[in-house]
């Protein structure tokens, strides 16, 4: 056997055998493998070119049609964003502005949609939406005028990359290259998005000259959007590789519906021999010609025992029954298309069975930490933290908010402790058990776990001290107030008596000076009421 084969790489040098035969089996290129396994060397980019708008209205139109593809999509948005992704700004060194900072956000964000439906959290659901159901999306900072009647001059609006066209590419002149809609300049750096001014797929623009390109400069543009590849500049849709297998899903679902229909209409066809030729005999009732031959078609009512004439003949359709493995069948696509979701199966389908509360604590605790993922390292990086950024620094700009310090010491005032919202567990009793002797054990602070529970801990215990100086402000003693009361709900001793004996919970005695300890020092009553 020779040392090389006849065959050539990509740089004109022979490749060994060794190498060709002794290697991968995933890439040999023998009958098992390759006589049918299509391959291409595709950039992150090229794949994307001319496939990410066919893969946008496939997945568009799955998620409207498709109750799968809908519900999935709901899943991810309510576990990712739930009623929004809150921020605590981390001033430590000045409480009183901290408060005034929180205080003027919560304001804010009520204005920050342009077109003044949302809320910034509801924004947050509708962005986590489209970078799912279209692959990415993109947002506008708008800056207003002083005197526009916002607590702060600067709003957001969600656009739709269908306003960026992929197709488009050029090289300018002054250096700088244009790929995807996206101009970078030498250095990689992104300057600029080259949007329509409207929808490309509206049938009716509010301008005139609309579908013509403008030039937005890379600060004013957010752009959202899951990377799988180094150098990725445009996303996929999260259903991409799912596609065909829910439309395949989809038809099989109809087609087993139609058959039961069919079947339980129980319907038939009418033969007549060849030297019949009168039309169809009153008794099968009212005849309707459909239009789409000269076959006539007839309603048969139920119940009936009907005498046939002379050269007529009832054959009745039968379906084949699949019914048997259909369960199991659909049962394993759904596992799979699940798990190229990265839902669990019983998100995706509904179906809780054979569920218990380990199992669907498993399946949630791997779908849920997949979105924390998403939301620290694409939700809070590409929307949140920059939004936090532009509002404040126009709200120092404009008077909105004093900060003397802010142009020196920007990054001490963009500390932001962002908090989504809490998952709710299977079984939050033992949660909050295993919380609590965490925090026993010194494994977790209370920060963690209020932080984990969705909340501040700063707010929490402000909270707590409101509720108890109102509580003694009106002589109110309340169970769970652990000043007052202990755990079993006995009154705690707050010492102002001194003659008042210590209460002992663990063995019932309330009066401990009276127990006498023996020469080992073991009471001697406690043992003797107990049969020592």
Same mark, same amino acid.
């Given at each position: 056997?020779?040392?090389?084969? @006849?065959?050539?790489? #990509? ?12 290697? %991968? ?45 809908? =519900? ?19 001033? $430590?060194?000045?409480?009183?502005? $901290? +408060? ?40 506008? #900072? ?58 490309? =797929? ?30 990725? !500049? *445009? %996303? ?45 005999? +009153? ?85 849920? &930490? ?18 936090? /950024? ?10 909105? !908010? ?7 010491? *920007?990054?001490? %005032?963009?500390?932001? #402790? ?11 009793? $033992?949660? /909050?058990?295993? %919380?609590?002797?965490?925090? &026993?054990?010194?494994?977790?602070? *209370? ?39 202990? @755990?079993?709900?006995? #009154? ?41």
């Amino acid at each position: 056997m020779p040392k090389y084969l @006849k065959i050539l790489d #990509k740089h004109g040098g022979r490749i060994p055998i060794a190498t060709y035969y002794g290697g %991968y089996e995933g890439a040999t290129t023998g009958r098992r493998m390759t006589s049918s396994w299509g391959t291409a060397v595709y950039g992150p980019n090229a794949a994307l070119s001319n496939n990410l708008a066919l893969l946008r209205s496939r997945s568009r139109e799955m998620a409207r049609n498709n109750a799968l593809a809908s =519900g999935a999509i709901d899943s991810f948005v309510s576990s990712m964003v739930g009623s929004g992704i809150v921020p605590r700004w981390q001033i $430590k060194d000045n409480i009183d502005l $901290k +408060e005034e900072v929180q205080e003027l956000w919560n304001d804010s964000i009520q204005d920050f949609d342009v077109e003044g439906q949302l809320d910034f959290y509801g924004q947050q659901s509708l962005a986590a939406r489209s970078m799912i159901e279209s692959g990415e999306c993109f947002v506008q #900072k708008v800056y207003r005028r002083s005197n526009s009647g916002l607590l702060v001059p600067i709003q957001f609006k969600i656009l739709e990359p269908d306003l960026l066209d992929e197709t488009y590419n050029v090289d300018l002149s002054n250096g700088n290259i244009i790929r995807m809609g996206i101009e970078f300049n030498r250095l990689g750096e992104r300057i600029a998005y080259h949007m329509y001014q409207d929808h490309p =797929g509206e049938y009716h623009s509010f301008r005139t000259n609309s579908y013509t390109r403008k030039r937005i400069p890379a600060r004013y543009i957010l752009h959202l959007g899951r990377p799988l590849r180094p150098g990725q !500049i *445009r %996303y996929r849709p999260w259903l991409s590789s799912v596609l065909l297998k829910l439309r395949d899903i989809d038809q099989c679902d109809d087609a087993e519906l139609v058959r039961r229909k069919t079947t339980a209409m129980f319907g038939g066809f009418f033969t007549r021999s060849m030297d019949t030729d009168a039309g169809m005999p +009153e008794i099968f009732g009212d005849v309707s010609d459909q239009g789409s031959g000269s076959a006539d078609l007839v309603g048969l009512e139920p119940g009936t025992f009907t005498e046939l004439p002379p050269g007529f003949d009832v054959q009745f359709s039968q379906p084949h029954d699949v019914s048997g493995n259909y369960l199991d069948w659909i049962r394993q696509q759904l596992r799979t298309v699940a798990r190229g979701l990265g839902v669990s199966y019983e998100q995706l389908s509904g179906d809780l069975e054979n569920v218990n509360y380990s199992s669907i604590r498993a399946g949630l605790t791997e779908f849920r &930490r997949m979105c924390t993922s998403m939301v620290n390292n694409t939700i809070i990086r590409q929307l949140c933290r920059p939004v936090a /950024q532009a509002w404040l620094e126009s709200a120092v700009l404009t008077g909105a !908010i004093s900060i003397p310090d802010f142009t020196d010491n *920007r990054r001490k %005032y963009y500390r932001i #402790k962002w908090q989504p919202e809490a998952f709710d567990w299977v079984d939050p009793a $033992k949660e /909050q058990e295993a %919380y609590k002797d965490a925090v &026993r054990c010194g494994f977790m602070s *209370r920060d963690q776990v209020i932080a984990t529970l969705g909340s501040d801990a700063e707010v929490v215990d402000a909270q707590n001290a409101a509720d108890n100086e109102r509580a003694d402000r009106y002589g109110l003693i309340y169970d769970s107030d652990p000043r007052r009361t202990a @755990k079993n709900g006995a #009154k705690q001793n707050d010492g102002t008596d001194a003659d008042e004996t210590e209460e002992v919970q663990d063995d019932g005695f309330s009066d401990q000076s009276t127990m006498d300890d023996d020469e080992d020092g073991v009471d001697s009553a406690y043992w003797d009421s107990r049969g020592r």
